[in-house]
């Protein structure tokens, strides 16, 4: 039996080992995108039903894009982040109420309104009206300089005459391929999307030339002079400088008004030349864009409302534990395969104990399953006329698979106990959580390890290679080489980039260690007041850590987890031995601005503009923010209802009282 199923398993890394090449390295994809999502699908699925396969091939394992070695990498003036999403009218009103509370204004907002095309990304910057770079998205910060293959595109003018272009400004927009078009070359690529990604990657010109590609500008990245007031505006610029832009482009004014306008695209998607799978609603306002700024990943004042969401009916053949690495024990229902929207499904979560409870999930049960975008698939609810004495209720362990008792923690805020049960935080201690911390510190977003992925570092635990974050830089790449799926090659890929992980940002390490409510923001604000690593690690060496609860952004929540976490002597090693193991880069300090070294404190309401964006403008000209009154405060601003305590400290300390609009003449 298992000699069988490794047979299949094998031959199916190997189909995908084949697709992935073709997709990624020769652009000539052989299979639909759908196909392709499915044979990863049969893989993982087969991962998760026989512990004994594993592969250092596997989808789970294999680096999704990489930037192609025939064009030189070039780096974005201003970066191309993702858009958040939006699913239904919920969404929306959470995402205008963000913005509402983050600008302190109750005033309409106007949204200019645009399809989100299905295509390739690419950026065109002019200078002085001519095109000067052309750039793929890449990772958002750095794309491939592909210039002579956007240049091929008929819709991308080579130069721009018009005396009102700028100086300097990268043009924004989307590569694609029309359906009537994609007829004539469908024998070539498995979909439109496919076509345009591998037309614009070929390393001859003269071969892109030959694809009808098409290009629909959206918006600006870098401009040197902005002279335009609304986003529509500048949409509508861009035909006058000879760009396509998209005919369904419109302003529209409430969240009511979008829904409506959603539900009527949605009807006719199907009817354009072209795919699209949403639309993109941005702050019509330039001015308001400029003020609303980025999230780390995403800009605050656009979002993308996906199409709805698919759903499909399965049967739940079990339910599993899974053990995250701050210990969250979360429930996750193996159901029958069943296809929604292309994909291939096994797992959905159940969230929580609470959810199960509240639902009344039991195995043996006919469920709804939804999988909407990129949100894990979820279970939405039973069909209680399918269900049969055969079903089973299911009883919440009250222990963690390592042993430990799992708990509810009390929540002195709502009055209430959480609904997520946990193994306590023993840290290293708990197996479960040992492995998720690993996997979290390899993760892009904090050390960042190519080709050391989530299996291989089950793997590499199981055969006893890690079990702290330390081991990974004292690996036997000799052993390594030795094992079924690895060979000499692949382990020196692997060494070299795990000497290249070294190099880090102290944010980056911060986030690393996977501390509850320790997130990115939160790792960059505690990075910009340590400054480097050994201001960090006196931190807790000399129990300095409450000390941090003086920063904005750092709440006794924070504080509390940081000293729970330098409790454990195993954390301290850690950190410690991480500390001298790796070359972590002193954070790097806004050094010019007028309010270089001076501290601020807000209290009261203030007018027309949220804390978030004070604080923001303050950060930009190089000042800081904190949280409490004491001797190194140098300004306390007042707004409305002030809290005299505060005011009344200040004063004791003669610390200097600004009015909001005295900080403001200050920021002049």
């Not at 939006?86 to 645009?114: G, H, P, Q, R």
């Not at 409430?254 to 539900?263: A, C, M, P, R, Y």
């Not at 049967?315 to 899974?322: A, G, Y």
């Not at 950060?619 to 005299?644: F, H, M, Q, R, W």
Request: hydrophobic share 35%; aromatic share 10%; proline share 3%.
């Amino acid at each position: 039996m298992n000699k069988e199923v490794e047979k299949i398993y094998k031959k199916k890394i190997k189909e995908f080992q084949k697709h992935n090449k073709l997709y990624y390295d020769k652009s000539t994809p052989a299979i639909s995108d759908r196909e392709f999502d499915e044979l990863k699908a049969d893989i993982i699925n087969l991962e998760k039903k026989y512990s004994f396969l594993r592969s250092t091939k596997s989808p789970t394992d294999t680096i999704g894009f990489k930037p192609s070695k025939n064009f030189e990498k070039f780096k974005h003036k201003e970066q191309m982040l993702s858009l958040s999403n939006a699913f239904d009218k919920k969404d929306l009103i959470n995402f205008e109420k963000k913005i509402l509370n983050y600008l302190n204004n109750k005033t309409a907002l106007e949204y200019s309104v645009e399809p989100k095309i299905d295509g390739i990304s690419a950026s065109l910057t002019y200078l002085n009206g001519n095109l000067t770079y052309g750039v793929s998205r890449g990772d958002g910060s750095e794309g491939e300089l592909i210039t002579n293959n956007l240049k091929t595109i008929k819709d991308i003018p080579h130069k721009i005459l018009k005396k009102n272009i700028p100086k300097e400004i990268e043009i924004r927009g989307e590569v694609f391929i029309e359906k009537k078009d994609f007829e004539n070359i469908k024998d070539n690529f498995a979909n439109p999307r496919n076509a345009a990604s591998g037309s614009l990657r070929q390393k001859d010109p003269k071969e892109t030339s030959k694809i009808p590609l098409k290009f629909i500008a959206y918006t600006f990245g870098f401009i040197s002079e902005n002279k335009f007031k609304n986003q529509s505006d500048f949409l509508n610029e861009l035909k006058s400088w000879g760009f396509l832009t998209s005919d369904y482009n419109k302003v529209i004014k409430s969240t009511d008004e979008l829904v409506v306008f959603h539900q009527q695209f949605e009807k006719k998607r199907f009817e354009l030349n072209y795919d699209i799978d949403g639309l993109v609603y941005k702050v019509n306002n330039l001015q308001l864009q400029k003020r609303l700024g980025f999230t780390s990943n995403a800009p605050r004042w656009a979002i993308a409302h996906k199409f709805s969401a698919d759903h499909a009916y399965s049967e739940i053949l079990n339910i599993d534990i899974q053990v995250g690495r701050t210990g969250a024990l979360t429930p996750v229902a193996k159901v029958k395969p069943v296809n929604i929207g292309g994909v291939v499904v096994s797992n959905a979560t159940l969230h929580n104990e609470d959810e199960i409870i509240r639902k009344d999930i039991r195995v043996g049960d006919t469920v709804k399953i939804e999988r909407a975008g990129d949100v894990i698939p979820h279970v939405l609810e039973v069909d209680i006329k399918k269900r049969d004495g055969k079903s089973k209720k299911f009883n919440f362990p009250k222990k963690c698979p390592c042993g430990f008792d799992t708990i509810k923690e009390f929540n002195k805020i709502t009055k209430k106990y959480d609904a997520v049960r946990r193994c306590p935080d023993k840290g290293f201690e708990c197996e479960k959580i040992a492995v998720e911390k690993i996997k979290h510190f390899i993760s892009k977003d904090a050390i960042n390890i190519d080709g050391l992925g989530k299996k291989v570092v089950e793997k590499f635990w199981d055969l006893k290679f890690i079990k702290l974050p330390q081991d990974i830089y004292n690996l036997d790449y000799q052993k390594i080489s030795s094992l079924d799926g690895w060979g000499s090659q692949s382990a020196s890929n692997l060494k070299f980039s795990i000497e290249n992980s070294k190099k880090v940002t102290l944010d980056k390490f911060i986030f690393s260690l996977g501390i509850r409510h320790i997130g990115i923001e939160n790792a960059k604000i505690i990075a910009d007041f340590t400054k480097n690593i050994k201001s960090f690690l006196n931190f807790f060496k000399k129990k300095k850590i409450k000390e941090l609860i003086n920063i904005d952004g750092i709440g006794e929540t924070q504080v509390k987890s940081l000293e729970k976490f330098f409790q454990n002597k195993t954390n301290i090693k850690v950190v410690e031995k991480l500390s001298e193991i790796l070359n972590i880069k002193d954070r790097e300090v806004k050094n010019k601005g007028k309010l270089k070294n001076v501290s601020f404190m807000f209290t009261g309401k203030l007018q027309n503009i949220s804390r978030a964006e004070a604080k923001s403008l303050i950060e930009e000209n190089a000042g800081s923010i904190v949280s409490s009154v004491t001797k190194k405060l140098d300004y306390l601003v007042i707004g409305e209802k002030p809290t005299n305590r505060k005011v009344e400290q200040a004063k004791n300390l003669g610390i200097k009282i600004l009015t909001q609009k005295e900080w403001s003449d200050l920021l002049n």
